[in-house]
């Protein structure tokens, strides 16, 4: 069959669908130029190759059953899909796939629950008024001006599993933050952004009970009617990049739209992903992004078990091609899908991965989620094995998007461990992890670092690390430390390791939390009062077991001259029971002596009493806290007489307190 013949024949085809025997349909093609006119017309589901063949081999489309007789008379192999023939007329009620309202209520029920993770917000309407709805997901405290990943799913309305991806994306985010270290650091540090349909419209016609099986586009008729069943833009092949290659025939699955940009939800799209990400790329088709550009964009599709990145539109490969392909490769190895330029599947024109690409220089991908034997609506003992590599692969996207064309290139740190201890008043740790460039490029590994509570990219201080072996010379290295904390911060550790091949190129961090085992902590350090002769003052002090075990705490008090009571008890030593992360109030009372040491400091006469608190773990000689306790009494005019009775250490104590004489209510 020559290629002319089949043009002729799709072109000439009537608009509208024959009555009944429509079906999903093998149709078979002899070359690439065949198949890519068959992918510009038919509504193709899946490409399959002869064997050892990418330039024969047959594509599962739904045709009618009018297309079917013409094709077959034009001297085209067309045969029913056993497979699918019995595709449904609506889609049944699958209880794992929500509708549009179902999934918009959840999203609702995140934004109430995490409002300081989360802010829900719409983009633009859908032909029909649909909201597009975008969950935005980051730590707001540490501000928005962050790298970015934006998630879109379901541009194509019967691709139900996209949706349900993207939603298991967010769930895992968010009940992970504070929790998974690794999804605690991206929320801190990086910014999220999830469409969880682009085409909500499309989806209603997919739900249960409704009666349009299948239907991929939007819901705009005003280009022609179809019958009323074939309306509307294929979203997917309607941006503003390189538009104007596929089907110019509204009622066609693959209708391009009238001119580019024409539909309300491409537009929309359009607007935010370019209000998102700068503009990083030359223009032009033939400049490359520069290699530090930032920012990752993911539309999700099913089905064909690939990754696909720009171009789309031609065979030549992209600017970025090696930077793409590189992320693209590795995000495969988490689904498991074939990592290819998207325009080896067919040629496709105006699709959103290409215009972001092309127009911002941002990494993009599509993820044709699922195989043949899933299809638009893969059963529910299906979802949780589409579902959850991709949503891994997600997450190692969201971790590179700081620089993805870059990171990628570097190791992984895998399996990493953190424990920390107190000795005395220093902080132990000791670390370790597995550096991996097996699926990175498999280059030797040539370093390894770890950073405590500030990462890299916000000026942490690194701490080499030792290979195990004795020396960095391949691909998989285990990795460790041992060392003092600078910081003084009790409580949980976040510790970022990363890897760097012999290339130099390093790889995204993992994180590990480390928390002692046994800590407390006694606060403020200083504490300061002041009172008349007579008057009783009361301190409060916190005491705080901030290790993971429930510790019993002695608690001291010396030094002190006038009468002073722990709350606690009357009698020192007195002891309490915390349990882990407790915070236990001391009050500590001191009444001021009528007749008590005076001094005479900046026209103010006072008097002063210390007392050292000390908390120690019981058992232990090397977790001891201490807090000491200024009192003063004072006077309120300089007009007394003066009588220094005692030496009071005046500057030992404040040299302790740097805010000690500069006011603090007890005097000016
Ligand atoms: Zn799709």
């Not at 209880?95 to 309202?101: F, G, K, V």
């Not at 941002?362 to 989620?369: C, D, G, N, V």
């Not at 407390?520 to 993971?548: D, E, K, S, Y």
Request: net charge negative; hydrophobic share 40%; charged share 15%.
């Amino acid at each position: 069959m020559v290629l002319v013949s089949l043009i002729v024949l799709l072109v000439g085809l009537p608009v509208a669908a024959a009555e009944g025997g429509d079906g999903v349909t093998r149709v078979f093609f002899g070359s690439r130029a065949q198949l890519a006119e068959l992918a510009a017309r038919l509504d193709v589901w899946e490409v399959v190759y002869a064997a050892g063949r990418t330039d024969s081999g047959y594509v599962v489309a739904w045709v009618t059953e009018q297309d079917a007789a013409r094709l077959a008379t034009a001297g085209v192999r067309v045969e029913a899909d056993r497979r699918l023939a019995t595709a449904p007329e609506t889609i049944p009620a699958y209880p794992c796939y929500r509708t549009i309202a179902e999934l918009y209520a959840q999203l609702d029920v995140w934004a109430g629950q995490y409002p300081l993770l989360t802010e829900l917000y719409a983009i633009g309407d859908s032909y029909e008024g649909r909201p597009l709805q975008v969950l935005r997901l980051t730590n707001e405290a540490t501000g928005l001006d962050k790298p970015l990943f934006f998630l879109m799913a379901n541009i194509h309305g019967r691709e139900l599993i996209t949706p349900e991806v993207a939603m298991a994306f967010i769930e895992t985010l968010l009940t992970g933050y504070g929790r998974t270290p690794d999804l605690t650091w991206l929320l801190d540090h990086h910014r999220i952004e999830v469409l969880v349909s682009a085409n909500p419209d499309g989806h209603v016609r997919n739900e249960a009970v409704q009666p349009w099986a299948y239907w991929r586009k939007n819901a705009n008729p005003t280009y022609g009617w179809c019958d009323g069943t074939h309306f509307g833009i294929d979203l997917n092949r309607n941006s503003g990049f390189h538009w104007g290659g596929a089907s110019q025939y509204p009622c066609d699955e693959t209708y391009q739209g009238p001119f580019a940009v024409s539909e309300g939800e491409t537009l929309a799209v359009q607007g935010f992903i370019g209000s998102l990400f700068p503009d990083q790329r030359p223009a032009g088709d033939t400049e490359p992004a520069p290699l530090d550009t930032t920012g990752i964009f993911i539309t999700l599709h099913s089905y064909s078990n690939l990754v696909l990145w720009p171009w789309g539109y031609t065979d030549t490969l992209a600017p970025n091609a090696a930077e793409l392909a590189a992320l693209g490769r590795k995000l495969a190895t988490y689904n498991g899908y074939t990592p290819q330029q998207a325009v080896a599947l067919y040629p496709t024109t105006g699709s959103t991965d290409d215009w972001a690409y092309g127009e911002l220089g941002i990494a993009s991908y599509t993820f044709e989620i699922g195989s043949s034997l899933d299809g638009f609506y893969p059963p529910c003992s299906r979802y949780d094995a589409l579902v959850e590599p991709n949503v891994r692969a997600l997450l190692y996207a969201a971790k590179v998007s700081r620089a993805p064309y870059l990171l990628p290139y570097g190791p992984d740190a895998l399996d990493v461990t953190a424990d920390v201890e107190w000795a005395g008043e220093a902080q132990m740790m000791t670390v370790g992890a597995q550096i991996d460039d097996r699926y990175n490029g498999g280059r030797p590994i040539s370093g390894a670092e770890a950073y405590v509570d500030i990462p890299p990219w916000e000026g942490g201080t690194p701490v080499p690390l030792v290979p195990s072996d004795g020396a960095y010379n391949s691909a998989v290295e285990l990795v460790g430390g041992t060392f003092p904390l600078s910081s003084a911060i009790s409580g949980r550790h976040t510790v970022y390791f990363r890897g760097r091949d012999v290339d130099g190129a390093w790889g995204p961090v993992t994180a590990a939390f480390a928390q002692p085992v046994h800590a407390i902590a006694l606060a403020p350090a200083v504490l300061v009062a002041a009172g008349r002769p007579g008057a009783q003052i009361t301190h409060t002090l916190a005491l705080t077991n901030t290790g993971l075990v429930s510790e019993t705490v002695t608690l001291m008090q010396s030094d002190t001259r006038w009468p002073t009571m722990i709350a606690l008890s009357s009698v020192t030593p007195s002891s309490v029971t915390l349990g882990p992360g407790a915070v236990q109030p001391i009050a500590l009372t001191v009444t001021i002596p009528l007749t008590v040491a005076e001094h005479l400091v900046e026209g103010h006469v006072v008097a002063l009493d210390t007392v050292t608190v000390t908390a120690s773990l019981s058992g232990t000689t090397e977790l001891v806290r201490t807090a000491v306790v200024h009192t003063h009494a004072l006077w309120a005019s300089v007009l007394l007489p003066v009588v220094v009775r005692d030496a009071v250490p005046i500057t030992a104590v404040a040299g302790r307190s740097p805010g000690f004489w500069s006011g603090g209510g007890w005097g000016r």
